[in-house]
Protein backbone atom coordinates (compact mmCIF):
# COMPACT_ATOMS: atom_id res chain seq x y z
CA UNK A 1 0.00 0.00 0.00
CA UNK A 2 1.25 3.55 -0.83
CA UNK A 3 -0.97 6.10 0.87
CA UNK A 4 -0.07 9.91 -1.36
CA UNK A 5 -0.35 13.64 -0.05
CA UNK A 6 -0.05 16.72 -2.18
CA UNK A 7 0.72 20.06 -0.98
CA UNK A 8 1.67 23.40 -2.39
CA UNK A 9 -1.27 24.45 -4.44
CA UNK A 10 -2.86 27.99 -3.93
CA UNK A 11 -3.21 31.02 -6.15
CA UNK A 12 -1.02 32.29 -7.89
CA UNK A 13 -0.98 35.63 -10.85
CA UNK A 14 -0.30 34.35 -14.53
CA UNK A 15 3.42 33.87 -15.07
CA UNK A 16 4.39 32.74 -11.53
CA UNK A 17 5.58 29.98 -9.81
CA UNK A 18 4.50 26.98 -7.56
CA UNK A 19 6.28 24.10 -6.49
CA UNK A 20 3.80 21.02 -5.68
CA UNK A 21 5.13 18.07 -3.20
CA UNK A 22 3.60 14.79 -3.16
CA UNK A 23 4.46 12.73 0.20
CA UNK A 24 4.49 9.09 0.12
CA UNK A 25 4.10 6.73 3.21
CA UNK A 26 5.49 3.18 2.58
CA UNK A 27 9.24 1.57 2.39
CA UNK A 28 8.42 0.76 -1.21
CA UNK A 29 8.42 4.39 -2.39
CA UNK A 30 11.44 4.01 -4.77
CA UNK A 31 10.03 1.31 -6.21
CA UNK A 32 7.41 3.23 -8.07
CA UNK A 33 7.21 5.17 -11.31
CA UNK A 34 5.13 8.60 -10.33
CA UNK A 35 2.71 10.90 -12.25
CA UNK A 36 1.35 14.33 -12.05
CA UNK A 37 -2.24 14.22 -13.30
CA UNK A 38 -4.59 17.33 -13.73
CA UNK A 39 -8.34 17.38 -13.95
CA UNK A 40 -10.91 19.85 -14.17
CA UNK A 41 -14.82 19.66 -12.42
CA UNK A 42 -16.61 17.01 -14.47
CA UNK A 43 -13.57 16.73 -16.97
CA UNK A 44 -11.40 13.94 -17.37
CA UNK A 45 -7.88 13.39 -15.69
CA UNK A 46 -5.32 14.74 -17.57
CA UNK A 47 -1.56 13.71 -18.19
CA UNK A 48 0.96 16.15 -16.90
CA UNK A 49 4.57 14.33 -15.79
CA UNK A 50 5.87 11.45 -14.93
CA UNK A 51 8.75 10.02 -13.93
CA UNK A 52 10.74 6.84 -13.28
CA UNK A 53 11.17 5.26 -9.68
CA UNK A 54 15.60 6.58 -10.32
CA UNK A 55 14.62 9.46 -11.70
CA UNK A 56 16.67 8.74 -14.19
CA UNK A 57 13.52 9.70 -17.45
CA UNK A 58 10.74 12.12 -17.26
CA UNK A 59 7.91 12.53 -19.61
CA UNK A 60 5.71 15.37 -19.70
CA UNK A 61 2.75 16.51 -21.48
CA UNK A 62 3.30 18.96 -24.61
CA UNK A 63 1.38 21.58 -22.93
CA UNK A 64 3.60 21.80 -20.18
CA UNK A 65 7.34 21.02 -21.83
CA UNK A 66 9.59 23.47 -20.75
CA UNK A 67 7.72 24.60 -18.07
CA UNK A 68 7.33 22.23 -15.66
CA UNK A 69 9.78 20.12 -14.27
CA UNK A 70 8.87 16.86 -12.19
CA UNK A 71 12.14 15.29 -9.27
CA UNK A 72 11.66 12.68 -6.89
CA UNK A 73 13.37 12.41 -3.60
CA UNK A 74 13.31 8.88 -2.60
CA UNK A 75 15.42 9.17 0.56
CA UNK A 76 12.53 11.68 1.39
CA UNK A 77 9.67 9.55 -0.26
CA UNK A 78 8.81 12.42 -2.36
CA UNK A 79 7.64 13.73 -5.78
CA UNK A 80 7.37 17.27 -6.68
CA UNK A 81 6.14 19.25 -9.36
CA UNK A 82 7.83 22.79 -10.09
CA UNK A 83 5.99 24.94 -12.04
CA UNK A 84 6.97 27.82 -13.88
CA UNK A 85 4.86 30.62 -15.70
CA UNK A 86 1.79 29.82 -15.53
CA UNK A 87 -0.92 30.28 -17.51
CA UNK A 88 -4.92 30.57 -16.64
CA UNK A 89 -5.23 27.36 -18.52
CA UNK A 90 -3.17 25.72 -15.77
CA UNK A 91 -6.01 25.74 -13.54
CA UNK A 92 -7.06 22.56 -12.32
CA UNK A 93 -6.94 20.26 -9.50
CA UNK A 94 -3.60 18.55 -9.78
CA UNK A 95 -3.29 14.86 -8.51
CA UNK A 96 -0.21 12.88 -7.83
CA UNK A 97 -0.07 9.19 -8.32
CA UNK A 98 2.00 5.99 -8.18
CA UNK A 99 2.49 2.95 -10.70
CA UNK A 100 4.28 -0.05 -9.77
CA UNK A 101 4.93 -0.98 -14.07
CA UNK A 102 6.66 1.70 -14.78
CA UNK A 103 5.71 5.45 -16.34
CA UNK A 104 2.49 5.50 -18.00
CA UNK A 105 0.38 8.56 -19.67
CA UNK A 106 -2.61 6.81 -19.46
CA UNK A 107 -4.36 7.95 -15.55
CA UNK A 108 -6.51 4.51 -15.13
CA UNK A 109 -3.09 2.67 -15.09
CA UNK A 110 -1.96 4.22 -11.90
CA UNK A 111 -2.00 2.33 -8.70
CA UNK A 112 -2.14 4.71 -6.39
CA UNK A 113 -3.83 8.33 -6.10
CA UNK A 114 -3.26 11.23 -3.81
CA UNK A 115 -6.69 13.82 -2.95
CA UNK A 116 -5.55 16.65 -4.85
CA UNK A 117 -4.41 20.01 -4.36
CA UNK A 118 -6.08 23.20 -6.46
CA UNK A 119 -4.05 25.19 -8.64
CA UNK A 120 -5.98 28.34 -9.68
CA UNK A 121 -4.01 31.29 -12.14
CA UNK A 122 -5.38 34.48 -12.37
CA UNK A 123 -4.86 36.40 -15.58
Known amino acids: QVQLVESGGGLVQAGGSLRLSCAASGRTFSSYAMGWFRQAPGKERLFVAAITWSGGSTVYADSVKGRFTISRDNAKNTVFLQMNSLKPEDTFVYYC????????????????WGQGTQVTVSS
Open 97 to 112: AARRLGVSVVAGTYDY
